[in-house]
């Protein structure tokens, strides 16, 4: 049974302080359209520019994991992403008017309830899993970092342990069977450090939100009573103690383990960016955010190759076609020599596949290398663009009116030659619904079963008649 993409009903906001900023921040979590995933948008900045939940834009783990793009940055969002995958929210759109997410009390928590205050509801669009196929493995001998993702078919589990040979903390461990249990065992821990990271941050001033509620504070030293009472006076407390579990009497423990737990609430956050929901066991000793983050880029870059070889088969270039070249010039603007696809296979309101028959007298190979002929990289692309224009195309009344223009290319590669007698064919797919007449598309380009060129594209259609 296929289960639907779920986003919020309505929007829904949180404020509070960031924990290393200090800064005041309100947080709004806003329904989103199918396929559109987490991303975070700066309400604050000249453009509001957009940044994607992706492990590809993580810049810092430091202190938390930090994500970039545009020009923009949003910090510390590991406790927010937890949330939304606790909750199996697909769909969020999060603005907010600062660079670091409100700390709150230094759990989940908050953004669960805020969720939960917006409610859900489904969505047309099936939710896609990515099942872990194999054991995964992660490992840091310096740091005795261990991590692995395990198959497991029907659900998203987790175990954790941690040991930071302190004999306060000792060795913990925590687990959830089941994604649905995150709310109930994990949300509420909350974030925990060090008494001499405590003084070592304060001495840096890098924790300006910090006010001693939102953390626990493990006591791994010594401490007398003018340190106590240097405590108390930073964060307007009239007394500061050392409890008899070994922790700052600033708060009591919502559970024995509560540091592993929040290790495991910590991790499901960082692991959202891997861009898709998952379905697997993942077990981990010592993790933290750089570990996590580096797991994460180990998983995408497995899901990006196994979705290659998807595409990749083999298409009759004999089949008859959804639109032949003359079909195609009354769609497209463009004409020999210009004109770079002669037939398109395949059109769907996704994806289209077009080809493109490469001969020796294509015009040019007379300046490209004449005596060892290579069809230049920067037309595969204007083929694969016009192929996706195509696409774009399909979704007006009236394509002879109009024109596609390029607004980006990504992550272009060439990964083989492309020659005279080559049967070159493109598969364009949509990464997100066509909006405004843009479109964002993955480009592949085959001959054979080979993939030899492929790309990210942007396109707007504009109306020039």
């Known amino acids: 049974?296929?289960?639907?993409?779920?986003?919020?009903?309505?929007?829904?906001?949180?404020?509070?302080?960031?924990?290393?900023?200090?800064?005041?921040?309100?947080?709004?979590?806003?329904?989103?359209?199918?396929?559109?995933?987490?991303?975070?948008?700066?309400?604050?900045?000249?453009?509001?520019?957009?940044?994607?939940?992706?492990?590809?834009?993580?810049?810092?783990?430091?202190?938390?994991?930090?994500?970039?793009q545009n020009g923009a940055s949003v910090s510390t969002i590991e406790h927010v992403l937890a949330a939304l995958v606790g909750l199996e929210v697909d769909n969020v759109l999060i603005d907010m008017d600062g660079p670091e997410t409100p700390i709150m009390d230094g759990?989940?928590?908050?953004?669960?309830?805020?969720?939960?205050?917006?409610?859900?509801?489904?969505?047309?669009?099936?939710?896609?899993?990515?099942?872990?196929?194999?054991?995964?493995?992660?490992?840091?001998?310096?740091?005795?970092?261990?991590?692995?993702?395990?198959?497991?078919?029907?659900?998203?589990?987790?175990?954790?342990?941690?040991?930071?040979?302190?004999?306060?903390?000792?060795?913990?461990?925590?687990?959830?069977?089941s994604i649905n249990e995150f709310k109930k065992e994990v949300a509420s821990s909350r974030t925990f450090c060090f008494l001499h990271e405590l003084e070592m941050l304060?001495?840096?001033?890098?924790?300006?939100?910090?006010?001693?509620?939102?953390?626990?504070?493990?006591?791994?030293?010594?401490?007398?009573?003018?340190?106590?009472?240097?405590?108390?006076?930073?964060?307007?407390?009239?007394?500061?103690?050392?409890?008899?579990?070994?922790?700052?009497n600033n708060i009591e423990l919502?559970?024995?383990?509560?540091?592993?737990?929040?290790?495991?609430?910590?991790?499901?956050?960082?692991?959202?960016?891997?861009?898709?929901?998952?379905?697997?066991?993942?077990?981990?000793a010592r993790p933290g955010h750089a570990a996590n983050v580096a797991f994460a880029k180990k998983i995408k870059a497995l899901i990006k190759k196994e979705r290659s070889r998807k595409h990749v088969k083999v298409y009759n270039p004999n089949a008859k076609p959804v639109y032949d070249t003359v079909q195609i010039m009354n769609i497209l603007p463009h004409r020999p020599p210009m004109l770079l696809v002669d037939k398109i296979l395949e059109l769907t309101k996704t994806h289209v596949v077009g080809l493109k028959a490469v001969t020796m007298n294509e015009p040019f190979f007379e300046g490209h290398f004449p005596g060892a002929p290579v069809m230049p990289g920067v037309l595969q692309i204007e083929a694969m663009a016009q192929t996706g224009g195509i696409l774009v195309l399909n979704t007006v009344?009236?394509?002879?009116?109009?024109?596609?223009?390029?607004?980006?290319?990504?992550?272009?590669?060439?990964?083989?030659?492309?020659?005279?007698g080559d049967?070159?064919?493109?598969?364009?797919?949509?990464?997100?619904?066509?909006?405004?007449?843009?479109?964002?598309?993955?480009?592949?380009?085959?001959?054979?079963?080979?993939?030899?060129?492929e790309a990210e594209l942007m396109a707007q259609i504009v109306k020039y008649k």
Not at 225 to 235: M, N, R, V
Not at 255 to 276: C, F, S, T, Y
Not at 423 to 449: N, S, W
Request: hydrophobic content about 40%.
């Open 1 to 68: 049974m296929n289960v639907k993409q779920r986003t919020i009903k309505v929007p829904v906001a949180v404020s509070g302080t960031g924990l290393h900023t200090g800064e005041r921040v309100t947080m709004t979590f806003n329904p989103a359209p199918e396929n559109h995933g987490f991303k975070f948008r700066r309400t604050d900045l000249e453009g509001s520019p957009v940044i994607d939940a992706d492990v590809d834009n993580v810049t810092d783990t430091s202190r938390g994991t930090t994500i970039t």
């Open 202 to 248: 304060l001495k840096h001033n890098l924790i300006k939100g910090g006010d001693i509620n939102n953390a626990i504070v493990v006591v791994d030293k010594h401490v007398d009573k003018e340190e106590l009472a240097h405590l108390a006076t930073l964060f307007n407390r009239k007394d500061i103690d050392v409890a008899p579990q070994g922790i700052l």
């Open 254 to 284: 919502r559970h024995q383990n509560e540091p592993a737990r929040h290790k495991l609430l910590d991790m499901i956050g960082d692991l959202a960016l891997v861009g898709v929901p998952l379905r697997g066991h993942i077990m981990a």
């Open 397 to 420: 009344p009236d394509p002879e009116n109009w024109l596609t223009l390029f607004l980006k290319i990504e992550n272009a590669r060439f990964k083989d030659k492309v020659l005279p």
């Open 107 to 177: 759990s989940s928590m908050p953004f669960v309830q805020a969720l939960l205050d917006a409610g859900t509801v489904e969505q047309e669009a099936d939710r896609e899993y990515y099942h872990i196929p194999y054991n995964i493995h992660y490992t840091e001998p310096d740091r005795k970092v261990e991590m692995v993702a395990m198959p497991l078919d029907d659900d998203y589990r987790f175990t954790c342990m941690v040991d930071y040979n302190s004999p306060v903390l000792g060795t913990q461990h925590a687990t959830i069977s």
């Open 423 to 453: 049967t070159l064919i493109f598969r364009c797919d949509l990464i997100a619904p066509i909006r405004r007449g843009i479109a964002q598309m993955k480009g592949i380009g085959m001959v054979g079963e080979k993939v030899v060129v």
